[in-house]
């Protein structure tokens, strides 16, 4: 198929031929016994740990359990890696294509990042090609997994250490040989399931998203799964689901009130190696604030957000509960200083709560140059009276008044909403 016709927007990378067949499957397998019966259970099993530790929050437990079970369909409905196609996901509630799209919003979702699967397999061979749109294009990385009781992450390529032809593109080769010198190669291992793929955005309205293929380069070895097969595999993901979702909910969720933890690579638990991580439990009394001090460590790509107590990212299309590292704003001395509140204490750094008394924290440090050798990241916060503010912030914190933050409320809504363009 031609790029002609494998696109279905000269403007957004994301609408792609296999992208609008593969959620029009993953619709149909939410309707199907197997998909009902398996919600059933998840519900019950996620109820009876939510009900008291999240009593405050129960109004969003239907919804997170919507997106919970659309998250574990969408990897199912694109997890035959002898037929693999390049699939979003991990998205709030959109309309595109005529047809409303349930949330697929997991385990501390990041507002700035554009999540791709790519099935893959030992034994077979394959091909990733990724072109930039635009002039600047976004960091990327792309991270070979095996999924156990938890992800195991078996081998992660970012941009920064890729080799990129003239124009920015790049082709990853995946299969079972070493690397043997090859910069752009992930070896598969036994067990190996697919490559998760992050556009790491940071100026959400220029910025665009690689277009990305894939082909197998040997032949599969079966027929294509049926629908039923499709089916059973997502019930079942979301069945086997239940456990580590619950572990990334409650690592953050079960801290001390309002206490952060000293930033660690996130390797240990699955995630991206190279990207290091701090999360808090936040609970702020109505004349509370919490002011946050991080460094930049020489990361590329860094942003701090909030979740609600399911660990679900929080309206950021419509507030400033996340910031990356275009959107915030420096002090004087190039740290970088947060203020979580209820209300808008008049800083351009507002982590908007959204009203929720409790909310998680998170700040992520990711595309570290591998010559960078200056101090490791790092952050400090501290809990003060909202009437307090002025006199405790560091000097040289940027202000912003109410015109200002109408603008950047617009420029995020209208960034987001160029992620389902559609035509």
């Known amino acids: 198929m031609t790029r002609e016709e494998y696109a279905l927007s000269a403007e957004n990378p994301l609408a792609t031929v296999d992208q609008r067949a593969l959620e029009d499957?993953?619709?149909?397998l939410a309707q199907r016994p197997e998909l009902q019966r398996a919600r059933e259970v998840v519900t019950?099993?996620?109820?009876?740990?939510?009900?008291?530790?999240?009593?405050?929050?129960?109004?969003?437990?239907?919804?997170?359990?919507?997106?919970?079970?659309?998250?574990?369909?969408?990897?199912?409905v694109n997890s035959d890696a002898n037929y693999p196609k390049v699939f979003r996901f991990m998205a709030p509630a959109h309309r595109w294509f005529g047809r409303d799209l349930?949330?697929?919003r997991w385990g501390g979702d990041s507002p700035d990042f554009i999540y791709r699967l790519i099935p893959t397999g030992h034994g077979g061979r394959y091909e990733i090609r990724c072109r930039p749109m635009g002039d600047k294009p976004p960091t990327i990385s792309l991270q070979l997994l095996a999924t156990r009781a938890a992800p195991v992450s078996l081998g992660v390529l970012d941009s920064l250490g890729m080799t990129l032809d003239p124009g920015g593109e790049f082709v990853i080769s995946v299969d079972e040989t070493a690397a043997d010198g090859r910069s752009n190669h992930l070896q598969t291992k036994p067990g190996v399931d697919h490559v998760l793929v992050r556009d790491?955005?940071?100026d959400w309205l220029n910025q665009k998203p690689h277009d990305i293929r894939v082909r197998r380069l040997n032949a599969p070895e079966?027929?294509?799964?049926?629908e039923e097969e499709f089916a059973q595999r997502a019930a079942q993901f979301a069945l086997d689901g239940v456990y580590y979702t619950y572990y990334t909910t409650r690592s953050g969720a079960g801290q001390l009130p309002n206490d952060v933890?000293?930033?660690?690579?996130?390797?240990?638990f699955g995630g991206l190696p190279t990207q290091w991580g701090t999360k808090g439990n936040l609970e702020l009394g109505d004349d509370e604030a919490l002011i946050a001090t991080a460094n930049a460590a020489g990361a590329?790509?860094?942003?701090?957000?909030?979740?609600?107590v399911f660990h679900m990212s929080i309206n950021y299309w419509s507030s400033t509960s996340s910031l990356n590292m275009v959107q915030m704003a420096a002090n004087q001395d190039g740290r970088f200083t947060y203020v979580v509140a209820h209300k808008d204490p008049g800083v351009h750094n507002w982590l908007d709560t959204n009203g929720l008394t409790r909310t998680i924290f998170g700040h992520r440090w990711q595309s570290?140059?591998?010559?960078?050798?200056?101090?490791?990241?790092?952050?400090a916060v501290r809990i003060v009276k909202f009437k307090d503010l002025d006199r405790e912030l560091p000097a040289g914190v940027r202000r912003m008044d109410a015109a200002a933050r109408r603008e950047q409320l617009a420029a995020r809504a209208a960034g987001f909403k160029r992620r389902f363009i559609d035509r």
């Open 25 to 28: 499957l993953a619709l149909r």
């Open 102 to 104: 349930p949330g697929s």
């Open 222 to 226: 079966r027929a294509p799964l049926s």
């Open 44 to 76: 019950m099993l996620w109820r009876q740990v939510s009900e008291y530790p999240a009593r405050d929050q129960m109004s969003r437990f239907d919804n997170m359990i919507d997106e919970y079970m659309f998250h574990y369909t969408s990897r199912a």
């Open 261 to 268: 933890r000293r930033p660690v690579s996130s390797r240990a």
């Open 368 to 379: 570290i140059p591998s010559a960078y050798d200056g101090e490791t990241p790092t952050i």
């Open 200 to 202: 790491e955005l940071g």
């Open 300 to 308: 590329v790509f860094r942003n701090v957000m909030l979740t609600d």
